[in-house]
T-cell receptor, first 114, second 114 residues
Framework: ETGVTQTPRHLVMGMTNKKSLKCEQH?????MYWYKQSAKKPLELMFV???????ENNSVPSRFSPECPNSSHLFLHLHTLQPEDSALYLC?????????????FGQGTRLTVV | AQSVTQLDSQVPVFEEAPVELRCNYS??????LFWYVQYPNQGLQLLLK??????LVKGINGFEAEFNKSQTSFHLRKPSVHISDTAEYFC????????????FGTGTRLQVFP
């Protein structure tokens, strides 16, 4: 399997639930990202990991907790979410930290908070 | 800081007609520019990018874009569209040094009609 794979593709959760999103890349990249895509809004960068170290946290609420155990895997742990957190969550990876490298995206997890 | 403006949220066009999707950016420093495409229920895929050199950049699927520094624009064009080009198109910028985070526009929905 190649590319960036996200699971699950769809997730419905209650506001008191705890769930995790998973992202896996088979491209040998060193940087991984979580983006949030909401309707009518630009993609929002949430977290950046470079060589397994978190290098960016764009003021994301603590109910979202990322984890990067190795350079191939990235998780987003979710707890006590709000309905406004419903969105498409995209994972991406790239070779390194320079701006000329292409970001490869997964298909996303469609999250609905009820 | 950088920002991206995609003025057209939707562009309807008939098959085999030409199309231009507009992108303007704001930045106090030089930037790299990208166009990504998102097909329904998919992640984002890179169409083309401008890093330096020739201002006319050719990408996949017959798309091209022209970088205009004086107008701070990077419009995407295709001389003849197909039904399969129906998708959401995102313009993005990033500074070239050390920060591998893309700033995206809000996207333009291209709808191709038969």
């Amino acid at each position: 399997e190649t590319g960036v794979t996200q699971t699950p593709r769809h997730l419905v959760m209650g506001m008191t639930n705890k769930k995790s999103l998973k992202c896996e890349q088979h491209l040998g990249h060193n940087a991984m990202y979580w983006y949030k895509q909401s309707a009518k809004k630009p993609l929002e960068l949430m977290f950046v990991y470079n060589f397994k170290e978190q290098t960016e946290n764009n003021s994301v609420p603590s109910r979202f907790s990322p984890e990067c155990p190795n350079s191939s895997h990235l998780f987003l742990h979710l707890h006590t979410l709000q309905p406004e957190d419903s969105a498409l969550y995209l994972c991406a990876s790239s070779q390194g930290p320079t701006g000329d490298t292409e970001a490869f995206f997964g298909q996303g997890t469609r999250l609905t908070v009820v | 800081a950088q920002s991206v403006t995609q003025l057209d949220s939707q562009v309807p066009v008939f098959e085999e007609a030409p199309v231009e999707l507009r992108c303007n950016y704001s930045s106090s420093v030089s930037v790299y520019l990208f166009w990504y495409v998102q097909y329904p229920n998919q992640g984002l895929q890179l169409l083309l990018k401008y890093l330096s050199g020739s201002t006319l950049v050719k990408g996949i699927n017959g798309f091209e874009a022209e970088f205009n520094k004086s107008q701070t624009s990077f419009h995407l064009r295709k001389p003849s569209v197909h039904i399969s080009d129906t998708a959401e198109y995102f313009c993005a910028v990033t500074p070239p040094w050390g920060t591998d985070k893309l700033i995206f526009g809000t996207g333009t929905r291209l709808q191709v009609f038969p």
